[in-house]
């Protein structure tokens, strides 16, 4: 079985976010950029499944300009086997990351694709979702626990014949957890409770270097990847200021009414 992972280069969760003096976006120049967290969670999981000899194969891709290979490089050394980088200058938003995917999934024919729920620079939560239904195939979203069907550790029997046709994903929603049973290929996104990803050593880092890593552009997957959505202005969150502390209820409401014109 082969799986797809899709890796995003972000901002480093670590680094203070800064606004541009003009109002165009976050300032990136000079900050450590990282890969996204979640996607790093999907990308350990693929690689369990290989270390457990139900994948085959685990191929890392990342949309944008040549510094993701930076990311894919941390891809290739964390354990998967090879990169594919689409080459863009573009804007991608989550629409069009969605079309690329589904592009890249109908060269390589995964069994199953594995991203992060959400990137952490946009919080958009939604590339999975569309890359699901602009391949017609289920997903499992915000996975906190994966089974593939006949590993030994699935409680249902099997459906159909073959193994691995079916595989469980429990999902975290808010009123606990929900167990889906998907047919594959399918569409998965982890949470951050499915699992905790390794640290690469330096023979894995060293090893990484040799790995193939393939470069397309966009363009020669003829999709459309123009922007839908276009940003007007990004601006720091106001700063917050003390409260105040007040004698009574009937105070409270009055605070509420005239100043906070809640009610």
Known sequence: MKI??????????????????????????GVKM??????????E??????????????????????????VLRTGLALGADRAIHVATESEIQPLAAAKILSAIVAREQPKLIF???QAIDDDCNQTGQMLAGLLGVGQG???SKLVIENDGANPLPPVGAGEGNYILVTREVDGGHVTVRLPLPA??????????????????IMKAKSKPLAKISAEE????????IRTLKVEEPKKRVGGIKVDSVAALVEKLRSEAKVI
């Open 45 to 70: 999981e693929a690689v369990r499944l290989k270390e457990k000899g139900i994948a085959t194969e685990v191929v890392v891709v990342s949309i944008g300009a040549d510094v993701v290979q930076e």
């Open 221 to 228: 997957l003829g999709v459309d990847i123009t922007p839908r």
């Open 4 to 29: 797809l992972v899709a890796v995003k280069r972000v901002v480093d969760y670590n680094v203070r976010i800064r606004v541009r003096a003009d109002g165009s976006g976050v300032e990136t120049s």
């Open 187 to 204: 569409v998965v996104t982890s949470d951050l409770r499915l699992n905790e990803p390794r640290y690469p050593n330096l023979p894995s």
């Open 141 to 143: 979203t915000f996975a």
């Open 115 to 117: 991203l992060g729920k």
């Open 34 to 43: 990282s890969m996204n967290p979640f996607d790093e969670i999907a990308l």
